[in-house]
């Protein structure tokens, strides 16, 4: 982060080149915005002359109506620009964002909060965008500083030498008036998404919180953190306080010092009524052009802060999809995890695993909570890698057969199935590379016993999920997960109570169906079904992140004192829930 810290520009040039900016656009943009302020500076000489009373000049009113008509023209044509162009950067810089974001390795997650991910994508590439958009504005509003001294110089070299120290001065007011709205900005936007994260977590968790009667002590905590927002606001509002009249004051100088001094030049007969209203039409422009010399500065502040955030993700590492060798079908050997250590920060979760997923048949693992379990499986599925060992799939190390090639190998269905929003069908069909026809989710439906519930929706297989699944029961959404499992036809299973949010009825239809998925394939079940876990092949028992015994059900309940107990458990927990 430090160090990101010293590279803001770096980094923020990074971002723009790593994003592919319309460059054409801004070009054309800026060609645009030239020629209309160009006239935008011939302008004044005609209005001040109309001012003074030139109507009955003929060629006064002529270029002036030319001018306008030419100027209106253009300025709407750069306004269409500068209202697609950005539009294109931040596209391209969002994409950019979440393909990394996406394509980040699992522990990449872990270190930040989804809150804060979320910015990377929506809001900071907001301020990248805008500080090129004023990039392209702080060029055109050099031009026309130097032009409307050009013109002023030769109307009246004095007046102009007069409005020559005006320049500083608002140069000074503005940076220091930028710098405090910035810092006040600034503070105001983390409280934003202080109280973005509050309501975020909150709002899908208003089970738990009406459950356990917290609403006042919800509303409370609310209170506390909109009050924070206030108070922000209340200090920005005081730097406003000062900033308006302060900016205002400079523009009271400039028009001052015109009308002052030019009255006494028009009284020495040094200049006509009609020049000192010109000057007075171009110190108005150099007044607007100046100002945004501190928008500017305050943008390029808030787009280097955005750029090092950014940057942090866009340096990590993406996953290693590289291969070296097609998968084909090598799941035909058995999977070996040698010598696998891990741990996800300092603690160690696995040490020293040894074990083998024989192909083709059937390996339950069992233990008690928290032993390990899903992390094996995440290092199944390659999501982590281990820090101390390898895994193999035959002889060959699986680190060189593509990972998008691997894991669309794996049937994942675990004990919380995840759904995303969409149809039914959508998430029966999310994971396959190619269209399947209707007649083959309908048969995967048939297959993990969903196709009733799904029927007895209006929509049938069209119905949409909602967020997370959340119009889908436990069982339902498990269901989808299943059918997803049975159509992916991938050739490794895994298992994390796959059963677990099923009734008695569905579950015994679904082990048959389950039965029949597994045939031939290479599956690997964590388990507390003692029904599953007996038929299983190959049964390994972990503790504490250790491998404390492998074989089949006999075997290791003579010779497994953990494997005994924990079968033991689940006995008493049936015998309980039978006589119940
Ligand atoms: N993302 C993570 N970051 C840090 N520690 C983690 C993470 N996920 C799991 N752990 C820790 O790793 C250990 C093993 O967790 P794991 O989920 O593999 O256990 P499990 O055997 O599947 O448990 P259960 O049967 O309760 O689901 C636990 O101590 C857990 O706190």
Redesign the pocket.
């Known amino acids: 982060m430090e160090e990101a810290k010293k590279h803001g520009w770096k980094d923020f040039f990074g971002i723009i080149f790593k994003s592919k900016l319309p460059w054409k656009l801004y070009i054309i943009g800026i060609i645009m915005l030239f020629l209309s302020t160009t006239l935008g500076l011939i302008l004044p000489k005609y209005t001040a002359g109309i001012y003074a009373g030139e109507i009955f000049d003929k060629e006064t009113i002529r270029n002036y109506i030319v001018l306008m008509s030419l100027s209106t023209l253009l300025i709407a044509l750069s306004a269409l620009f500068s209202s697609l162009t950005p539009a294109v950067t931040l596209r391209n810089i969002q994409q950019t964002v979440w393909s990394k974001i996406i394509r980040a390795p699992m522990k990449d997650y872990?270190k930040q909060p989804s809150q804060q991910l979320i910015s990377r994508v929506t809001v900071d590439p907001i301020f990248i965008d805008s500080a090129i958009t004023e990039f392209s504005t702080v060029i055109i509003a050099t031009y026309s500083l130097v032009g409307s001294y050009v013109i002023m110089y030769n109307m009246n070299p004095k007046l102009t030498f007069a409005l020559l120290p005006v320049i500083p001065y608002i140069l000074i007011v503005s940076a220091i008036v930028g710098h405090f709205t910035q810092k006040r900005q600034l503070a105001v936007q983390a409280q934003f998404s202080g109280i973005t994260a509050f309501f975020a977590e909150r709002l899908p968790r208003i089970r738990l919180i009406k459950s356990f009667n917290k609403e006042q002590e919800e509303i409370d905590k609310g209170k506390e953190i909109l009050l924070k927002q206030y108070q922000v606001e209340k200090r920005r509002a005081i730097v406003d306080l000062y900033g308006e009249p302060l900016l205002k004051s400079v523009r009271a100088i400039i028009v001052g010092t015109v009308l002052i001094y030019g009255s006494y030049l028009m009284s020495k007969g040094e200049m006509r009524v009609s020049q000192v209203l010109s000057f007075y039409l171009y110190v108005q422009f150099i007044h607007m052009n100046v100002l945004k010399y501190g928008i500017f500065w305050t943008t390029i502040k808030n787009a280097k802060g955005a750029s090092e955030k950014i940057a942090d993700i866009l340096k990590n590492d993406s996953e290693q999809l590289h291969r070296e060798l097609p998968l084909n079908d090598s799941f035909a050997n058995d999977i070996t995890l040698e010598n696998v250590s891990f741990s996800?920060?300092e603690?160690p979760?696995l040490s020293n695993v040894n074990l083998t997923i024989p192909a083709g048949k059937i390996t339950a693992i069992v233990?008690?909570?928290?032993?390990?379990?899903?992390?094996?499986?995440?290092l199944l599925e390659r999501f982590y890698e281990p820090n101390v060992g390898k895994m193999m799939l035959g002889d060959t190390p699986v680190d060189r057969y593509h990972l998008d090639e691997w894991r669309r190998s794996i049937a994942n269905v675990a004990?919380a199935s995840p759904l995303l929003s969409g149809t039914i069908r959508d998430n029966i069909t999310y994971g396959l590379d190619r269209e399947a026809s209707m007649e083959e989710v309908r048969e995967a439906a048939i297959m993990a016993d969903a196709v009733g519930f799904i029927e007895e929706f209006p929509e049938g297989f069209e119905t949409e999920v909602g967020e997370f699944g959340s119009k889908l029961s436990g069982g339902q959404r498990q269901r989808v997960a299943i059918a997803r499992s049975f159509i992916m036809n991938a050739p490794i299973l895994l298992f994390?109570e796959a059963t677990s949010s099923l009734d008695a009825r569905s579950e015994n239809h679904i082990e048959e169906s389950l039965e029949m998925l597994m045939k031939s394939r290479t599956t690997v079940m964590?388990a507390h079904d003692m029904s599953l876990i007996r038929n299983a092949d190959q049964i390994i028992v972990?503790d504490n992140?250790q491998v404390s015994g492998t074989g089949t059900h006999d075997e290791l309940f003579r010779t497994n004192k953990l494997y005994r107990q924990l079968v033991e458990i689940q006995m008493e927990k049936h015998e309980g829930l039978s006589t119940e």
Do not use: E, H
Request: contains cysteine; proline residues 5%; charged residues 25%.
């Open positions: 872990n996800y920060d603690k979760v233990g008690p909570s928290g032993c390990g379990k899903s992390t094996l499986f995440k004990q994390d964590i972990m992140g």
